[in-house]
């Protein structure tokens, strides 16, 4: 079990900028990719980043490339989203997710679809509005 906890979200007006936690517990000594997604009313669940276990790998969603930016603590517990040159369309709740535990090559892989990653936390809104 993995257990998840976002923060950071809030309310910023467009072309600001935010920074998402996610501190992470459970399942020490395994390593595992973490993703963020968020889902606005009426959407789909959309890929934002991905950090891969091994070798600070990551992937971002089309939308966001550029402007969003994922990165770990050395300890591996708390991963963040830096999110710059917010627009209205990044309205939404961000939840981060922890994937299945890996092992070998496969700690280098990002995956991107949501219903790869077991284990989610509770969301956190964000809001971009004038």
């Known amino acids: 079990q993995v257990q998840l906890v976002e923060s950071g979200g809030g309310l910023v007006q467009p072309g600001g900028s935010l920074r998402l936690s996610c501190a992470t517990s459970g399942r020490s000594g395994s390593g595992y990719p973490v993703g963020w997604f968020r889902q606005a009313p009426g959407k789909e669940r959309e890929f934002v980043a991905g950090i891969a276990w091994a070798g600070e790998i990551t992937e971002y969603g089309d939308s966001v490339k550029g402007r969003f930016t994922i990165s770990r603590d050395a300890a591996k517990t708390t991963v963040y989203l830096q999110m710059n040159s917010l627009r209205p369309a990044d309205t939404a709740v961000y939840y981060c997710?922890?994937?299945?535990?890996?092992?070998?090559?496969?700690?280098?892989?990002?995956?991107?679809?949501?219903?790869?990653?077991?284990?989610w936390g509770q969301g956190t809104q964000v809001t971009v509005s004038s």
């Open positions: 997710a922890a994937g299945a535990v890996c092992g070998g090559y496969g700690c280098y892989n990002v995956p991107i679809l949501h219903t790869t990653y077991p284990y």
